[in-house]
Nanobody
């Protein structure tokens, strides 16, 4: 059974940094594309960043230059380094995975990120 467990969220001041981690289990990690989504109160869930099984990355426009997604195929981990955080980055951040060519989506339980002074 695929499980994704996020960690690293918390309260940070504007301009600060956080690194989110997602531990994956129950899957052949190297064959899965991994993504980070977020959902702010009253808003739809949106894609933040993605990294393919082969290591290619993509970012939402507003995150480019501030966020960096990476993966460790030995540790079955995916990370999201978030710098220059803004109040509008406040949201619950979710780890997501989908096998190459697969149909099923897997989600973690989410981790809260609050950017506030």
């Amino acid at each position: 059974q695929v499980q994704l467990v996020e960690s690293g969220g918390g309260l940070v001041q504007p301009g600060g940094s956080l690194r989110l981690s997602c531990a994956a289990s129950g899957l052949t990690f190297s064959t899965y594309n991994m993504n980070w989504f977020r959902q702010a109160p009253g808003k739809e869930r949106e894609l933040v960043a993605g990294i393919s099984a082969g290591g290619s990355t993509n970012y939402a426009e507003s995150m480019k230059g501030r966020f960096t997604i990476s993966r460790d195929n030995v540790k079955n981990m995916v990370y999201l380094q978030m710098n220059s955080l803004k109040t509008e980055d406040t949201a619950v951040y979710y780890c997501h995975s989908k096998r190459i060519g697969g149909r099923r989506n897997y989600w973690g339980q989410g981790t809260q990120v609050t950017v506030s002074s």
